[in-house]
């Protein structure tokens, strides 16, 4: 694709570009970062980006630049023909998706796949081998559903869904419209609901279910359980990463982001465009305002404010946290320093 094709084609509102002024205008085969990308593969930066040595060593074909004079100048300097983008980074994600246009699967089911009777399949949906859709459950239009899905009764999956391969939705499962479920991620399963007594533990019945509401995405190997009675609900735009743990009842709000090894306990509410970042934990019950971030390795007991950065274990204001870390290295000197001080006191 011509450079300039390419770039008129970008479709986000945010693009706000207008064109470097260089006779040029290459044919675009690919995309690759700034270090890597070749004459025929576009880049792009951001703004404050540290890369400025590396603009002046690459050979990209073309580059997104953000509005920012010393990287155009480079770029003017080494005739490298870029568009100036409000925000290069979504500008890039869209070129992506023109630069590698998805191949999607012709409308049919495959002879392996094993389908109920009184299942419903939507018109335009893709069914791969081996996949086994459950009795009462309904597949809307113009889905794809990779090899090896295990679909449960009584589960309903909203319109251009993807279910990839070894997905498994449990019984009573909801999934709203072009929601995603990767690789071997695991939709409705049964709670960690067992009652103490005298005799061992008494299983409490999972009867209850998960939604994914509309645009929702699940990573590769997460597992999102369905509660006792009422619902696990995640709300609409919300992306999960591979390998979290959302335990029964959960509520998550809408355009919420969560990394990888995230663990949320049951009856946990978290509120819109809430991120977690790797490995957090959410205790049970515990309360996350809209807005609010976790960095990493962060433990939330209780309540977090609304668009509060918060970090540690217990999780604190992140400023505050910053502050006993940088205090940790020296506690055996201010032990020492306390004895000393703690003996001439006594003399």
Known sequence: MRFSALVENLQTSEAGFRWSQLNIDPILIGA??????HENQLSFLEKGHSLVSALNKSVAGALLLP???DLIQIASERNIPFAVIANPRLAFAEALELLHPRKRPLAEVHPTAVIDERSVVGPGTFIAPRVCIGASSRIGANCIVHPG???YNDVEVGDECE???????HPGSRLGHGCVVSSNAVIGSEGFGFIPTTHGWRKMPQ?????LEDSVEVGCGTMIDRPSVGQTRIGAGSKID??????????IGRSCAFASQAGIAGGAKLGNGVILAGQVGVGNGAVVGDGA???AKSGIQGKVAAGELVSGFPAIPHRLWLRCAATFSKLPEIVKALKELKRDVSR
């Open 207 to 211: 009867t209850g279910q998960v939604v």
């Open 242 to 251: 591979n390998l979290v743990q959302i335990g029964h009842g959960v509520t």
């Open 293 to 295: 971030t976790v960095s």
């Open 67 to 69: 509005d920012q004079q």
């Open 163 to 169: 279910l990839h391969a070894n997905a498994v939705l």
């Open 149 to 151: 899905v295990v679909i």
């Open 32 to 37: 690759a970062s700034l270090e890597q990308a």
